[in-house]
């Protein structure tokens, strides 16, 4: 009997291993689902405010149209930025638009021509009223509710 | 996909996540408890069953216990319709699970305490759920916090109340036992460095004044944050706690660095903690000890004297191998104190470098859960705030397990959620509600109400 209960106790003791890498793996599996399921919530639009094309160059955007905005846009003329814009003026990656702290941010991404807001450079982040106009290369915003 | 056609989207999108039901359920924090449950189940029928030599029907009485209180934990949080994040909460009570067994394995008379402790500290998680109405509130009692924390910091040097326990003058009595304010303080401290920081992060980040490419930051914001980390630095010389006074300034490095994007303010701190570590050994004897003992404790007058401990810790790592001892099998006792300073080596010893490496990942999720949460949060404050709230365990791990096996010099920090220890317990679990709380917020927020 004595064998018995000792090679008992190894089953128990390598269980006790085997359910700690098992709540490992499943505790990881949990946290990228739980972070792919919160992406997507923040890549969907807010709802809350666009960015209105005023002004454009070679109709990409076109003026006029109301670019819905996610919590954290970023802006440049790279195909993997969340607003493309197609002038060669405008950096790859060129400036972000973020919400945060229940109002709007501007950061410049260090782009080699700058972000306007209102014809001013912005410097490092700056806050973003609605009807403000953000000029990103030759292609200019307005911030609308 | 050229997204910048998203124009055609409708103007307000539907903003349920997950779907209602399956958020409100938490079915995946129900699944990762059943594996914790198992855990303690595991450990201590192993642990019961090699100290008397039997399976009796006693060892399932703890662990049962146990999983009725996360169990609770869990059902509680579903019907405050609480949706905040799913997985810190298991992992934390992964830790709480492996520090009963150890518990019961290194000193079992000690067990019935950390028991209750375990009871209070889940009445502490239930309670920070329940009680900040708004969390962004905090952030408005900054100078209370700052206040309490340094009263709570200075507590022990009081003659009546205060407790000097092996060298230590960090515990203050209370009833029959006593507790340990500073684990307290490390919780108020990250509140009040969030809200002050966000404040005038602004102020801090863009200095106008440079020499060089070192920002020359404007003194009369910086002076209330060094005072406070002053303070904590000298009550934690007199109080001879080389560990706090580490993790203090850690938190103080990091969240600085975080809210205002300058690297030179963290080298500046790293640099300003060499010099005063070579000040202290050269001042304070019970530095000395601890350095010396770091640097060789093989050595014939230590390694019976004041290295004892930490080469019996060293022999137990040894002795672990790649799949350890077995748990109940290995000779952790043989450490003095084994069971707050050194959990990590016994740990080690009896599920050897598997259990170890399993255990280090765990604390690495909950790091990783901890910054995406902040990284998620709304607000400067709550982003601040889960930051460095995650960076405590990390860093408190980081020290012990560090001391543990002599990769720097052992301190008294406690491995969280495992270690004995009834304070350090309970405000780990108050951390872990507070970090639920915060992305909850960012759920709500997201998602809709």
Redo the contacts between chains.
């Keep these: 009997m004595e064998i018995t209960f000792a090679v008992l106790l190894w089953g128990v003791r390598i269980a006790f291993l085997v359910v700690l890498y098992l709540f490992v793996i499943r505790s990881f599996g949990a946290l990228q689902r739980a972070l792919g399921s919160e992406m997507a919530v923040a890549a969907r639009p807010l709802g809350i405010a666009f960015l209105v094309v005023q002004r454009s160059v070679r109709g990409a955007p076109r003026v006029g149209d109301r670019l819905p905005l996610r919590a954290v846009n970023a802006i440049g003329r790279d195909a993997g930025n969340d607003l493309v814009i197609n002038d060669e003026a405008a950096s790859a990656r060129h400036a972000l638009v973020e919400f945060a702290d229940g109002e709007w941010w501007v950061e410049d991404a260090g782009s080699t021509n700058g972000t306007l807001v209102n014809g001013e450079t912005v410097r490092s982040r700056e806050r973003l009223q609605y009807g403000d106009e953000l000029g990103i290369g030759r292609v200019a915003l307005r911030l609308e509710q | 996909m050229?997204?910048?056609?998203?124009?055609a989207?409708p103007?307000?999108?539907p903003?349920w996540?997950?779907g209602g039901i399956a958020a409100r359920s938490r079915f995946?924090e129900l699944?990762?408890l059943v594996?914790?449950g198992?855990?303690a189940v595991?450990?201590f029928?192993?642990v019961v069953?090699?100290e008397t030599?039997?399976?009796g029907s006693a060892s399932i009485v703890v662990p049962a216990i146990f999983i009725v209180l996360v169990l609770s934990l869990h059902v509680f949080l579903i019907a405050r319709r609480f949706r905040g994040?799913?997985?810190l909460m298991?992992?934390a009570a992964?830790f709480t699970a492996i520090g009963l067994v150890l518990v019961q394995r290194l000193a079992s008379d000690l067990l019935l305490q950390q028991l209750s402790w375990t009871i209070i500290a889940g009445g502490a998680f239930a309670a920070t759920i329940l009680i900040p109405r708004d969390l962004t509130a905090l952030a408005r009692f900054k100078w209370t916090w700052a206040f309490l924390g340094v009263l709570l910091l200075v507590a022990p040097l009081f003659p009546i109340i205060g407790r000097e326990i092996n060298g230590a003058r960090i515990w203050v009595k209370v009833g029959p036992g006593s507790i340990e304010p500073w684990e307290a303080v490390k919780l108020l401290l990250v509140i009040f460095f969030a809200a002050y920081l966000e404040e005038y992060r602004e102020v801090l980040s863009?200095s106008q004044r440079r020499i060089g490419p070192f920002p020359i930051p404007p003194i009369p914001y910086l002076v209330p944050i060094v005072a406070m980390w002053g303070i904590a630095m000298l009550v934690m010389i007199f109080e001879k706690d080389i560990g706090a006074t580490a993790l203090f300034f850690g938190i103080f490095l990091a969240m600085l660095f975080l809210a205002t994007g300058e690297g030179f303010y963290a080298v500046l701190g790293l640099a300003l903690l060499l010099v005063g570590g070579f000040v202290a050994y050269q001042l304070f004897g019970h530095v000395q000890v601890r350095v010396d003992t770091w640097l060789r404790p093989f050595d014939e007058d230590l390694r019976f004297g004041s290295g004892y401990q930490l080469v019996q810790g060293l022999y137990a790592l040894a002795n672990g191998g790649l799949?350890?001892a077995?748990?109940?099998?290995g000779m952790p006792d043989r450490i003095p104190v084994v069971w707050s300073d050194f959990v990590f080596d016994a740990f080690a010893e009896e599920?050897g470098f598997?259990?170890a490496l399993?255990?280090l990942?765990?604390y690495l999720?909950f790091l990783?859960?901890g910054m995406?949460i902040a990284l998620?949060a709304?607000?400067?404050f709550l982003q601040l705030l889960a930051a460095g709230l995650s960076f405590i365990i990390a860093l408190q791990t980081l020290v012990i397990v560090g001391g543990n096996a002599r990769l720097i010099p052992l301190t008294g920090i406690t491995l969280p959620f495992v270690a004995y220890g009834g304070s350090s317990l309970v405000t780990n679990w108050m951390l872990v509600a507070l970090l639920l709380r915060v992305s909850e917020v960012s759920n709500r927020m997201?998602?809709g109400p």
């Design positions: 050229n997204k910048s056609q998203g124009a989207l103007a307000s999108p903003r996540g997950l995946t699944s990762l594996w914790v198992l855990l595991f450990g029928i192993a069953g090699a030599s039997s399976f994040d799913q997985v298991p992992i992964g863009r799949f350890g077995g748990l109940g099998n599920t598997a259990g399993a255990l990942t765990l999720l990783y859960r995406v998620r709304p607000t400067t997201r998602e």
